[in-house]
Nanobody
Framework: QVQLRNSGGGLVQAGGSLRLSCSASGSIIAITVMNWYRQAPGKQRELVASITSSGSTNYASSVKGRFTISRDNTKNTMYLQMNSLKPEDTAVYYC????????????????WGQGTQVTVSS
């Protein structure tokens, strides 16, 4: 059993910063890709940023240059540093990870955190 737990988030004024964390726990052998998604009211969930186990990153064009994704493999934890926040960044942010929890290729699955609200006021 693998659990992802989001933390961070909250209310901030436009131009401000927030840091999100996502910690994975449980039966973990390896975590390959870790992702941050977000979903605004009335919109589809979108991929914000991703990071591989070797540290390669990708960002949505809407956040590139403002958000930074990172991870600490020793702690099975991922972070999202969000700077220069805009009202359009308001959403529920979810972390997700592809986790190997056993020796077999069948033991690989995708897991999600519970989500955390980020609200940016204008």
């Amino acid at each position: 059993q693998v659990q992802l737990r989001n933390s961070g988030g909250g209310l901030v004024q436009a131009g401000g910063s927030l840091r999100l964390s996502c910690s994975a726990s449980g039966s973990i052998i390896a975590i390959t890709v870790m992702n941050w998604y977000r979903q605004a009211p009335g919109k589809q969930r979108e991929l914000v940023a991703s990071i591989t186990s070797s540290g390669s990153t990708n960002y949505a064009s809407s956040v590139k240059g403002r958000f930074t994704i990172s991870r600490d493999n020793t702690k099975n934890t991922m972070y999202l540093q969000m700077n220069s926040l805009k009202p359009e960044d308001t959403a529920v942010y979810y972390c997700a990870a592809t986790v190997q929890s056993g020796p077999s290729s069948w033991d690989v699955g995708d897991y999600w955190g519970q989500g955390t609200q980020v609200t940016v006021s204008s």
